[in-house]
């Protein structure tokens, strides 16, 4: 069974700070992999996807992250936050032989301080 | 891509009493899922919805609490029975496009029920 573990529950930042929110799954196939986003009182957004290709892999609103298979990793990245940044994110990996089932992590909550 | 629509997007339901929520996919789809996210916590996969034929239910859900409906390639129902204040909660609805980018699966707004 697959399954993901984000390590950080509550991060808290300042604007123009760095962020990296970690991102481990369990799973031996292959996998597709996801970072969602949910800002206060709306709805879930995806960020950004892996899939195949090139394994640093950059999304919306200035997020990248990095999939390292030897570590079974999909860490998310931000070398500048903002304000707006202020939300939950959300790691969740899928794949084939599951159903392409979505398995979520239990999401991290960052707040940035302006 | 592909947009989803629930409706309702919010509700306050009676104790005991029975919700239905629609979904609305813009284009055919190939899976349907239902998700249940409780305050504070992350998503937690109800359900397969399969057209023309029973859900497949993960572990810890059952038809006769959560019972979903596929009539067709883009519409799908998840009836939450006899509520009780522990179903609070949202309900996503999500789905995945016969065409476009790969396997990205895409959520609806969600259905926020509140049971009093």
């Known amino acids: 069974a697959q399954s993901v573990s984000q390590h950080n529950h509550h991060v808290i930042l300042s604007e123009a700070a760095s962020l990296e929110l970690g991102c481990n799954y369990s799973?031996?196939?292959?996998?597709?992999l996801f970072w969602y986003v949910q800002y206060p009182g709306q709805h879930l957004q995806l960020l950004l996807k892996y899939f195949s290709g090139d394994p640093l892999v950059k999304g919306i609103k200035g997020f990248e992250a990095e999939f390292i298979k030897s570590k079974f990793s999909f860490n998310l990245r931000k070398p500048s936050v903002q304000w707006s940044d202020t939300a939950e994110y959300f790691c969740a990996v899928a794949s084939k032989a599951a159903g392409n089932k979505l398995t979520f992590g239990g999401g991290t909550r960052v707040l940035v301080k302006p | 891509s592909a947009v989803i629509s629930q409706k309702p997007s919010r509700d306050i339901c009676q104790r005991g009493t029975s919700l239905t929520i629609q979904c609305q996919v813009d284009s055919q789809v190939t899976m349907m899922f239902w998700y249940r996210q409780q305050p504070g916590q992350s998503l937690t996969l109800i359900a397969t919805?399969?057209?023309?034929?029973?859900?497949?239910?993960e572990s810890g859900f059952v038809i006769d609490k959560f019972p979903i409906s596929r009539p067709n390639l883009t519409f799908s129902t998840l009836t939450v029975s006899n509520m009780s204040p522990e179903d609070s909660s949202i309900y996503l609805c999500?789905?995945?496009?016969?065409?476009?980018?790969?396997?990205?699966?895409?959520f609806g707004e969600g259905s926020w029920l509140t049971v009093v």
């Open positions: 919805a399969n057209q023309g034929s029973e859900a497949t239910y």
């Open positions: 799973y031996g196939g292959t996998v597709n």
């Open positions: 999500s789905a995945l496009p016969m065409a476009g980018d790969g396997n990205t699966i895409y």
